[in-house]
């Protein structure tokens, strides 16, 4: 049978000569429950990560307290600075999963630079 063959009924035999770990799926499996070293681009971006983290928090609460300074509803300045820090704390970890995806194609190696 070739791959994506469909198969509706019938019957068939089949000789196995892999299983587990031996198998292409196997070693697949295996590969992505190593730990690899950091790269110099995975280390810059978990420091950039956290450089932002901390400017949302500044951000977050100077606005909170810019808001009750100006005699703001105490709710309004509330939800307001939570809705800064979700809107950046969603930003951060797309930028964390997209460096994630890079990784695992094996791109974020450092360029050779002649």
Known sequence: MRLGTLVRTGSA???VV?????TQFGRIA?????????TQ?????RRFSGLLARVA???????FVINLVLARPLIDALLFSLAIAVGSTLRRRRARAAASRLSWCGRTTDPVIP
């Open 13 to 15: 035999a089949a000789v």
């Open 18 to 22: 892999a299983t587990g770990a031996r």
């Open 30 to 38: 295996l590969g992505l429950g190593e730990r690899h070293e950091e």
């Open 41 to 45: 681009f995975q280390m810059g971006l």
């Open 57 to 63: 928090g500044v951000l977050t609460g100077s606005i």
